[in-house]
């Protein structure tokens, strides 16, 4: 796996130290959005401004995108290929379960953002969707 996180991070135009490389690497093993306490719970012997410098980093250089599920922490998830610099491609919603939290990037599903008829200028969409994950759910059928 140290391959593909070097791989990622050489070709974002970020240094692969031995912070970014665990930050990464927490987001390719959860498939779900963090949040910097998340990060700091699984990588407890960072130091938060580490982590969260990182997280911003990522943001910036096109490896994670912000999604804002209404939880009022700021959570982050990893960007399709596609994300460049200062150029998020996040065109898609996000899915927060109601039981457990947890938020995915429901990447399937494309949101067309039409060009507004006025002078406004869109920089960010945020499209969410809450319910029960699959998890969740059958756990809820097992009762």
Known sequence: MNSKIIETLESKNVKPTP???????????????????????????????????????????????????GSGATKYALCPDEC???????????FSCLKCGDTFCLEDFNIMIPEPKTSLEVHEVHVSLKGLCVSCKEKEEVI
């Open 84 to 94: 460049v610099k200062g150029h998020h491609l996040d065109t898609h919603p996000h």
């Open 19 to 69: 912070m970014r490389m665990l930050v990464l690497e927490q987001f390719l093993k959860t498939k779900h959005a963090q949040t910097l306490s998340n990060l700091e719970k699984d990588l407890s012997h960072s130091d938060r401004i580490t982590v969260y410098r990182t997280l911003k980093t990522f943001v910036k250089q096109g490896i994670l995108h912000t999604v804002e599920d």
